[in-house]
């Protein structure tokens, strides 16, 4: 089956300016995240999604970071300005459901360098 | 914060296994003990996970202690594709708490 998709790989852009990741989860996943791992750090948790609706956006900088899940498949995640501390790797992930063990798959994340 | 410990770094011979610790003395009596890793340029893969006993799948063998304060990855023949960062986190089956929690892992060099 094909894997967690995420666009673009690479993606530079300067400070203030902004910028979109998009994920598509693995077909009739129902859970899908969003982890920001910098440089020399585990991923860290941004934003879960249970089909179209929010489940935990405790660790979303809200005032920048903005993500959505239409028709609970596709995702995206923007960053409205960027920082030059959201330079990191963006990655999305896909779960089957949100119950017991659920094994996370992750895609191979989008590399954002902020100027 | 990530409620594992383990090594920084370890090195290993082409071939032999590879011993992962990891201590996680708070573990609570329904949090699971999950392995994933990291290769260089890649997302995380999960390998294995256990609750109290030792489990084996194609990939590692998990060996979790007896009072689960500790627990050891073993990948019984090394190649130099398992070179990666190896992460070992606790987590509950449910709710927000059973998010993934990453620390740093373990830096796992595979030489030949």
């Known amino acids: 089956e094909a894997g967690v998709a995420q666009s673009p790989r690479y993606k530079i852009i300067e400070k203030r300016q902004s910028v979109a990741f998009w994920c598509n989860p693995i077909?009739?996943?129902?859970?899908l995240y969003w982890y920001q791992q910098i440089l020399g750090q585990g991923p860290k948790l941004l934003i879960q999604?249970?089909?179209?609706?929010?489940?935990?956006d405790s660790q979303l900088p809200k005032d920048r970071f903005s993500a959505e899940r239409l028709k609970g498949v596709d995702s995206t995640l923007k960053i409205q300005p960027a920082k030059l501390e959201d330079s990191a790797v963006y990655l999305c992930a896909s779960s089957p459901k949100r119950d017991s063990a659920d094994t996370q798959y992750f895609g191979p994340g989008t590399r954002l360098t902020v100027l | 914060d990530a409620k594992t410990t383990q090594p920084t770094s370890m090195d290993c011979a082409e071939g032999r296994a590879a011993n992962l610790p990891c201590n996680h003395s708070?573990?609570?009596?329904?949090?699971?003990v999950y392995w994933y890793r990291q290769i260089h340029s890649q997302g995380p893969q999960y390998i294995i996970h256990g609750l109290k006993n030792n489990e084996t799948n194609e990939m590692a063998s998990l060996i979790i202690t007896e009072d689960r304060k500790s627990s050891t990855l073993i990948l019984p023949h090394a190649t130099l594709r398992d070179t990666a960062v190896y992460y070992c986190?606790?987590?509950?089956?449910?709710?927000?708490?059973?998010?993934?929690?990453f620390g740093k892992g373990t830096k796992l060099s595979v030489k030949p």
């Open positions: 986190i606790v987590r509950v089956e449910w709710g927000s708490q059973g998010n993934l929690i």
């Open positions: 999604f249970q089909n179209n609706g929010v489940v935990d």
């Open positions: 077909s009739g996943h129902a859970t």
């Open positions: 708070t573990i609570s009596g329904n949090e699971y």
